[in-house]
């Protein structure tokens, strides 16, 4: 079990629809935190960043090393959405989903398993669509489908330095970003589960030390 009370824990979209949630019950639970996003205030040590920018990710991670003295966690709640038929998602569109939902992680977990104490863990939070990819979300399928891959890959390299690598990928949400794309309009969807309750399997991942929850495993 992965004890949080005092734990030092880094949040990325922490502004999001879910990254709020996860942040609350963190926070209730004891949980040290700095929270990032692009425009954030908080009650918790706050770091604003732009994760399409290169250094973002590293600064980000070192600012929270520095004001802790150390990190036990990262979860990274941070991502876009775009819909669209393949034929009408443009290339512009395509890199900021695979810039958000795939690099800006990969770039957090070369940080941070340079960075995190032993013991720690790194949780990426995908969605449903990178196991059961969808029509006119196709980019954004391919975009958490590969960072899912990068986190079953890095999984076995971070286990040389006991770091848990934690890879999520939730049911459709009500968090509001299908509301917000970066493209495109979203097709018509069934209700989705609270973020609330979301955020509250997320937190219980963390703590009873998984490292792979598909979407059958909410309710």
Do not use: W
């Amino acid at each position: 079990m992965t004890t949080l009370d005092g734990a030092r824990i880094l949040v990325f979209g922490a502004s999001g629809g879910l990254g709020g949630p996860i942040v609350d019950q963190l926070a209730k639970a004891g949980a040290r935190l700095t929270v990032s996003g692009r425009s954030i205030e908080s009650d918790h040590h706050t770091v604003n960043a732009d994760l399409t920018l290169p250094d973002s990710a590293r600064s980000v991670v070192a600012e929270a090393v520095e004001h802790h003295g150390g990190l036990d966690g990262i979860v990274i709640a941070a991502g876009v959405v775009a819909f669209g038929p393949v034929t009408e998602v443009d290339d512009d569109t395509v890199d900021e989903l695979l810039l958000l939902n795939y690099l800006a992680p990969l770039r957090i977990l070369r940080s941070a398993l340079t960075t995190l104490d032993q013991g720690g863990f790194v949780l990426n939070i995908s969605a449903v669509v990178a196991d059961k990819p969808m029509p006119n979300m196709g980019a954004y399928s391919a975009s958490k489908a590969a960072a899912s891959a990068l986190l079953k890959s890095v999984r076995t390299e971070a286990r040389k330095s006991k770091i848990r690598i934690v890879d999520v990928r939730p049911p459709h949400t009500e968090t509001g970003l299908a509301t917000r794309p970066i493209a495109g309009q979203a097709p018509k969807l069934p209700e989705g589960l609270t973020p609330d309750s979301v955020a509250a399997r997320i937190v219980a991942a963390i703590t009873d030390d998984e490292t792979d929850v598909g979407a059958d495993q909410f309710s």
